[in-house]
Nanobody
């Protein structure tokens, strides 16, 4: 299983950005029952941002509720994180994650994509 992320870059505060993640490889559908986005800022631990199951059960961390949305296309094996009203504190490396269980980080990670919110 390989996760390929796209999106990221520099955006001004208040702006929007879209991150996409495509799953590649051979696997059972349950292998990626849960897909999520994590982020890690310099000097901080990696933290969950949002997650979504195949059945479209969604979890959003309080810090991003009302600003970020997560969606998933099971047929295209993609998950998208739409980020609006971005703040400087959203600056981090964002990682796509996949695994079999909702609420738990799975074993598969993308290489990460940098999001920088700055004027």
């Amino acid at each position: 299983v390989q996760l390929v992320e796209s999106g990221g870059g520099l955006v001004e505060p208040g702006g929007s950005m879209r991150l996409s993640c495509v799953v590649q490889g051979s696997f059972f559908s349950t292998t990626i029952d849960n897909m999520a986005w994590y982020r890690q800022a310099p000097g901080k631990q990696r933290e969950l941002v949002a997650s979504i199951t195949r059945e479209k059960n969604i979890h959003l961390e309080d810090s991003v509720k009302g600003r970020f949305t997560i969606s998933r296309d099971n047929a295209k094996l993609t998950v998208v994180l739409q980020m609006n009203s971005l703040k400087p504190e959203d600056t981090a490396a964002y990682y796509c994650n996949a695994g079999p269980q909702f609420g738990t980080a799975g074993p598969y990670w993308g290489p990460g994509t940098q999001v920088t919110v700055s004027s």
